[in-house]
Protein backbone atom coordinates (compact mmCIF):
# COMPACT_ATOMS: atom_id res chain seq x y z
CA UNK A 1 0.00 0.00 0.00
CA UNK A 2 1.51 3.41 -1.02
CA UNK A 3 1.69 6.18 1.15
CA UNK A 4 -1.46 8.27 -0.33
CA UNK A 5 -3.47 5.28 -0.26
CA UNK A 6 -2.48 4.78 3.47
CA UNK A 7 -3.32 8.46 4.38
CA UNK A 8 -6.86 8.25 2.52
CA UNK A 9 -7.32 4.74 4.31
CA UNK A 10 -6.46 6.07 7.74
CA UNK A 11 -8.60 9.25 7.07
CA UNK A 12 -11.73 7.22 6.13
CA UNK A 13 -10.64 5.25 9.40
CA UNK A 14 -10.95 8.41 11.82
CA UNK A 15 -14.18 9.70 10.25
CA UNK A 16 -15.73 5.99 11.04
CA UNK A 17 -14.64 6.20 14.58
CA UNK A 18 -15.50 9.79 14.79
CA UNK A 19 -19.18 9.24 13.20
CA UNK A 20 -19.35 5.46 14.22
CA UNK A 21 -19.81 3.96 11.06
CA UNK A 22 -18.68 1.35 8.94
CA UNK A 23 -15.10 2.06 6.96
CA UNK A 24 -15.83 0.10 3.99
CA UNK A 25 -19.44 2.29 3.18
CA UNK A 26 -17.25 5.62 3.63
CA UNK A 27 -15.25 7.16 -0.35
CA UNK A 28 -13.60 10.15 -0.71
CA UNK A 29 -17.00 11.59 -2.77
CA UNK A 30 -18.89 10.77 0.41
CA UNK A 31 -20.09 14.04 2.00
CA UNK A 32 -20.37 15.42 5.23
CA UNK A 33 -24.07 16.04 4.69
CA UNK A 34 -24.69 12.43 4.02
CA UNK A 35 -22.81 11.39 7.03
CA UNK A 36 -25.13 13.76 9.64
CA UNK A 37 -21.67 15.83 10.50
CA UNK A 38 -22.11 19.00 12.50
CA UNK A 39 -19.84 21.58 13.54
CA UNK A 40 -19.00 19.30 16.89
CA UNK A 41 -18.67 16.27 15.11
CA UNK A 42 -16.27 18.24 12.53
CA UNK A 43 -14.19 19.29 16.05
CA UNK A 44 -14.04 15.11 17.34
CA UNK A 45 -12.79 14.83 13.59
CA UNK A 46 -10.62 17.29 14.21
CA UNK A 47 -9.14 15.57 17.30
CA UNK A 48 -9.44 11.85 15.85
CA UNK A 49 -6.82 12.75 12.57
CA UNK A 50 -4.85 14.73 15.27
CA UNK A 51 -4.23 11.71 17.14
CA UNK A 52 -3.90 8.80 14.39
CA UNK A 53 -1.31 10.92 12.54
CA UNK A 54 0.92 12.44 15.60
CA UNK A 55 0.00 16.05 14.06
CA UNK A 56 -1.56 19.48 14.81
CA UNK A 57 -3.94 20.08 12.17
CA UNK A 58 -5.23 23.83 11.97
CA UNK A 59 -9.24 23.52 12.41
CA UNK A 60 -9.83 24.77 8.70
CA UNK A 61 -8.09 20.86 7.70
CA UNK A 62 -12.13 19.83 8.66
CA UNK A 63 -14.36 23.09 9.39
CA UNK A 64 -15.98 23.99 5.89
CA UNK A 65 -14.77 21.07 3.99
CA UNK A 66 -17.74 18.68 2.07
CA UNK A 67 -16.45 15.35 1.95
CA UNK A 68 -14.31 12.72 2.76
CA UNK A 69 -12.05 13.93 0.19
CA UNK A 70 -11.13 17.53 1.00
CA UNK A 71 -10.39 15.51 4.28
CA UNK A 72 -7.75 13.49 2.91
CA UNK A 73 -6.30 16.25 0.85
CA UNK A 74 -6.27 18.73 3.29
CA UNK A 75 -4.26 16.45 6.09
CA UNK A 76 -1.71 14.98 2.77
CA UNK A 77 -0.77 18.78 2.98
CA UNK A 78 -0.19 19.05 6.59
CA UNK A 79 1.09 16.05 6.28
CA UNK A 80 3.61 17.85 3.70
CA UNK A 81 4.25 20.73 5.74
CA UNK A 82 5.38 19.27 8.78
CA UNK A 83 8.90 19.35 9.54
CA UNK A 84 10.55 15.29 9.93
CA UNK A 85 10.63 13.80 13.03
CA UNK A 86 14.35 14.47 14.69
CA UNK A 87 15.27 16.61 11.85
CA UNK A 88 15.48 20.73 11.30
CA UNK A 89 14.05 21.91 14.23
CA UNK A 90 16.69 24.79 15.99
CA UNK A 91 17.81 23.34 18.81
CA UNK A 92 17.44 25.89 21.86
CA UNK A 93 20.10 27.78 23.65
CA UNK A 94 21.56 26.67 27.30
Do not use: C, W
Not at 75 to 84: D, G, N, Q, T
Amino acid sequence: MSDSSSVEQRVINAIARSKRVDADKLRPETTFEELSMDSLDAIELLFEIEEEFDLTVEDEAVQGKENVGQVIEAVRAALAAEPPAGGDAPAEAE
